[in-house]
């Protein structure tokens, strides 16, 4: 079975800051791997989704992510956050949609 | 407007009292799943639909049924409801049943219940 690992419960960074957040997956075959969002009262939207080919990927609002079969990761990245950012950030692996734990970002000025 | 509708939004009840909490998507989506999020648990798949009269459970199944007997909804029905299944519920649905590994989720805005 396959299943996911965010290693941060929350993440907190000023505006304009970098920020990475951290996401591993077990899988004995192959993986799609997705980072979705949610902003307060709202429902999850897709950010981004990796399924093959160019490990590093371009989603919505600057973010990207990189997939790195060796060390089975798929970081969500960000060179410079706004307070609008501020969400909670979900990894999700194909098999059912398996999701992460979620990770909270507050974006601070 | 594409969107997936679910209703109510939030919903106090107490043990025992039967409920549903409704789902409905305008985009003739073939795939509809229910998760609940808790805290530090993330979302966790309860149920899911491949298509009219085609469903099967989750990862946590228990004390929840389903139906689907037309493509647009899918309903959520907790025949007794307990505490522990106080918690926030999503709807979401997939283009076709296919793309259930690769396509993109499209979320409902939650029901949050609490039971008493």
């Known amino acids: 079975a396959q299943s996911v690992t965010q290693l941060d419960s929350q993440v907190p960074v000023f505006e304009e800051a970098p920020v990475e957040l951290r996401c591993n997956y077990s899988?004995?075959?192959?993986?799609?791997l997705f980072w979705y969002v949610q902003y307060p009262n709202q429902g999850l939207q897709l950010l981004l989704k990796y399924l093959s080919g160019s490990t590093l990927v371009k989603g919505i609002n600057g973010f990207e992510a990189e997939f790195n079969k060796s060390q089975t990761s798929f970081h969500l990245r960000k060179p410079s956050v706004h307070i609008s950012d501020t969400a909670e950030y979900f990894c999700a692996v194909s098999e059912k949609k398996t999701f992460g734990q979620g990770t909270i970002l507050t974006v601070h000025p | 407007e594409a969107q997936v509708t679910q209703n109510p939004r939030y919903l106090i009840t107490v043990t025992g009292k039967k409920l549903t909490v409704t789902c409905s998507q305008n985009m003739n989506h073939e795939y509809m799943s229910w998760y609940r999020q808790d805290p530090g648990l993330g979302l966790r798949q309860i149920y899911y639909s491949m298509n009219v009269e085609v469903t099967d459970k989750g990862d946590v199944p228990e004390g929840y049924k389903v139906s689907r007997k037309e493509k647009r909804n899918f309903p959520l029905i907790l025949e007794s409801p307990s505490p522990n299944q106080t918690s926030l519920y999503f709807c979401a649905s997939i283009r076709a049943s296919a793309e259930r590994n690769t396509g993109e989720l499209f979320f409902g805005e939650g029901s949050r219940l609490t039971v008493l």
């Open positions: 899988s004995s075959v192959s993986v799609y």
